[in-house]
């Protein structure tokens, strides 16, 4: 069963930052996405991001049994603790596309302030964030380490 990570304080849930707006992305946690692409190839990859500091995306949550063969990431918000600080998703486009499908612009809307979306071959560069309406969005990549 999946549990939460716990480091440092409670960050407690995302509306504590909400006023911030999610810019920058800690390298770290993208090249985490990334591998994890790469590796569940020729399946989707799905997980959330977390924010425990305002307008960063600080962590990866690994959601076990989402790349289990179906075409699409299946990526369900049941699984979501309510108390931590999941600020949007993540996954990958075994075709490359870098664009959000039908069903991606659902699960957007739904819930979520950044989603980001990978593509094969899960380079530094193969990847793409977006807004809640399934805008495309530019975020910073933070060295791990450095502050805003
Ligand atoms: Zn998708």
Same mark, same amino acid.
């Given at each position: 069963m999946f549990r939460p990570r716990r480091r440092g304080r409670s960050a407690g849930p995302a509306g504590s930052h909400s006023r911030v707006p999610i810019s920058q992305i800690r390298r770290g946690v993208l090249?985490?996405? $990334?591998?994890?692409?790469? #590796? +569940?190839?020729?399946?989707?990859?799905?997980?959330?991001?977390?924010?425990?500091?305002?307008g960063i995306i600080t962590d990866l949550l690994l959601i076990p049994g989402t790349s289990s063969g179906r075409r699409h990431a299946n990526l369900?918000?049941?699984? $979501?603790?309510?108390?931590? #600080? +999941?600020v949007g998703t993540v996954h990958s486009h075994p075709s490359g596309a870098l664009f959000p499908s039908s069903a991606d612009l659902q699960l957007f809307r739904n819930w979520g302030l950044r989603h980001i979306i990978l593509?094969?071959?899960?380079?530094?560069?193969?990847?793409?964030?977006?807004?809640?309406?399934?805008?495309?969005?530019?975020?910073?990549?933070?060295e791990d380490g450095t502050g805003p």
């Open positions: 090249h985490s996405a $990334l591998a994890c692409g790469g #590796s +569940a190839l020729p399946n989707e990859f799905g997980g959330f991001l977390r924010s425990e500091e305002p369900q918000l049941w699984m $979501l603790p309510s108390d931590f #600080s +999941a593509g094969r071959p899960f380079g530094p560069r193969d990847w793409r964030a977006y807004n809640g309406v399934g805008e495309a969005v530019n975020l910073t990549v933070l």
